[in-house]
């Protein structure tokens, strides 16, 4: 067969014979090798599978909590007895937060809505931009608040209303101009039960808290300690409530899940290089005598203890390729199997290099499992070698 129609793996064999070597010597015992290789496809599939799932379910913790760690929450210090943020206080924030996101103030407090015979309670704000903190399912938020009301959903569902009802709040009607969306994001303003009024219906002057949507999680730490810095430099003024903090916890928290699972993970792995290394004895043991006359014909140490390590190798390395690639098939099936998990969360590059990492620590486990037995076998003096 002239060169240029062989193989890869032929061409690599021609070039360096101590891998055509080691490919026979393996298929000596197909039954043992492919055992020694199972060992390591259980090993790198646990690694690289528990450090995938692991990343998968901290991106979609992330990604479910949506945007709550760019909000920023200023309020009134309980230390203070003041109930409200005076302008000096508002100034400020809105210093700090300067092109790094929006500030909205807020007035706030409680009322029972009523409409059509029914009543609930619910939370009042009071702010000119609904537009920036709430997201309407029906009707238009208005990008100027001067009139109407908007509700939430859990009190549009309570009291029966839509766009273009009428509700009332301690003796004032108002017409419902839009039904907020339903949200799980973590936040302390919850739209489900509140209602959007206008600033100027609220009795008090100054705003109850200041919500600052920051452009990025990053731009949210800067301003809270900004804010801290400034107000807070010699007694608690204001309550600074940062958001972003709960998702550095939740990191915190995985990226510990991660280490142990990993952890755990390795045992398997460790396992399967003391099977490799059983595997690798036995057969230098019973291919003593062989190796006691390439000795003896003239082959050196070097050249028995690179085909020993080559045939390790090339367990390890059919081993983590296996265990690899079942772990991305698996990877791509949360998929189809788990309806919270999305494709943008599994192929990520920190999912590759957890395929990347159990492949080469399972081809180093190898090599390292069939070091001593081939340096045993590569020093063994031919005379004794071939006495059997």
Known sequence: MSADREGPLARIERRFPSVLMARRNLMRNRLRSVLAALGIVIGVL??????????????????ELGGIGNQVIVSPSSDTGAEALDSRQLGVVERVAQGRGEVVPLKSGGAVVRATGSSTFAQLYGTSDPGALFTASSGELPE????????????????????????????????????LAETDAITPIRPDTAVVLPEEQFVQDRY???VVQADSPEDATAVASGVRERLNARTQQVSVFELSSI???????????NAFLLGLASISLVVAGVSIFNVMLMSTTERREEIGVLRAVGVQKADVLRTLLVEAAMLGVVGGFVGALISALLALA?????????????????NAFYLLGAFVFGVLVALASGLYPAWKAA???PVEALRG
């Open 46 to 63: 646990a690694i690289a599978s528990l450090g995938i799932f692991g990343n998968v379910l901290q991106l979609s913790a992330t990604n």
């Open 334 to 350: 949360l998929e189809f199997f788990v309806a919270e998990i999305s494709l943008d969360v599994i192929l990520v590059p920190g």
């Open 247 to 257: 998702l550095d916890t939740i990191s915190e928290f995985f990226a510990l899940l």
């Open 144 to 179: 100027r608040h001067r009139q109407g009301a908007i509700v939430g959903p859990d009190v549009a569902e309570s009291l029966g209303v839509g766009v273009g009802s009428m509700v009332e709040i301690e003796g004032n009607s108002y017409r419902v101009i839009a039904v």
């Open 208 to 210: 109850s808290q200041v």
């Open 379 to 381: 020093n063994e003096r």
